[in-house]
């Protein structure tokens, strides 16, 4: 019979996720300056790494990824670009009174679609865990389409939020 860790230890991840949790939310409502010539590295970092590891060889005793499973990724991808479209829409953007400079705020629909979408992954983390082997889930998938959603979920909350601040400064100017 397996050892079962105490009962308390269960509550662990969320003991250390709450904190995280909440300053990231207190940092996503306060206003600061967008600095519009690098918003594209974060994007450009986290398609790399995604892409490196979706297309990374496969590890040995796992199932590779099959044409089919394209469809997947692809639904992932297209759920993470509406969804990051949305979550870049409700950032909220407006130039300083004083000194012209672009800031940048996060509203409480885009802290909701954050919260939305950490329970989901929360949700379903929990669900395919416990079903993966009954419902023949091939979980390198579901791993890679995660990867995938969030890295196009990022990118492109980020050239939303880029295209609006360019007409920001253009009506600016």
């Given at each position: 019979?397996?050892h079962?860790?105490?009962?308390?230890?269960?509550f662990?991840?969320?003991?250390i996720?709450?904190?995280?949790?909440?300053f990231?939310?207190?940092?996503?409502?306060?206003?600061?300056?967008?600095?519009?010539g690098?918003l594209?590295?974060?994007?450009?970092?986290?398609?790399?790494?995604?892409?490196?590891?979706?297309?990374?060889?496969?590890?040995?005793?796992a199932?590779?990824?099959?044409?089919?499973?394209m469809?997947?990724l692809?639904?992932a991808a297209?759920l993470?670009?509406v969804?990051?479209?949305?979550w870049?829409r409700t950032?909220?953007?407006?130039?300083h009174?004083?000194?012209?400079?672009?800031?940048?705020?996060?509203?409480v629909?885009g802290i909701m679609?954050f919260l939305?979408?950490l329970?989901?992954?929360?949700?379903?983390?929990a669900g395919l865990?416990l079903?993966?082997?009954a419902w023949?889930?091939?979980?390198?998938l579901?791993?890679d389409?995660?990867i995938?959603?969030?890295a196009?979920?990022?990118?492109v909350?980020?050239l939303?939020i880029?295209?609006?601040a360019?007409?920001?400064m253009?009506g600016?100017a």
């Amino acid at each position: 019979m397996p050892h079962q860790p105490p009962q308390y230890l269960q509550f662990l991840p969320f003991l250390i996720i709450l904190p995280i949790l909440y300053f990231r939310l207190r940092r996503m409502a306060k206003t600061r300056a967008l600095k519009l010539g690098q918003l594209w590295i974060r994007p450009a970092v986290i398609i790399a790494l995604a892409a490196l590891v979706v297309l990374m060889p496969v590890r040995p005793g796992a199932t590779p990824l099959e044409p089919a499973d394209m469809t997947w990724l692809v639904l992932a991808a297209v759920l993470g670009a509406v969804a990051g479209w949305q979550w870049g829409r409700t950032t909220q953007l407006h130039l300083h009174p004083e000194n012209g400079t672009l800031m940048q705020s996060g509203s409480v629909a885009g802290i909701m679609v954050f919260l939305v979408l950490l329970l989901l992954r929360l949700g379903l983390r929990a669900g395919l865990g416990l079903e993966a082997g009954a419902w023949h889930i091939n979980m390198l998938l579901v791993t890679d389409a995660s990867i995938v959603f969030s890295a196009l979920l990022f990118a492109v909350r980020g050239l939303e939020i880029y295209l609006r601040a360019r007409r920001v400064m253009a009506g600016a100017a």
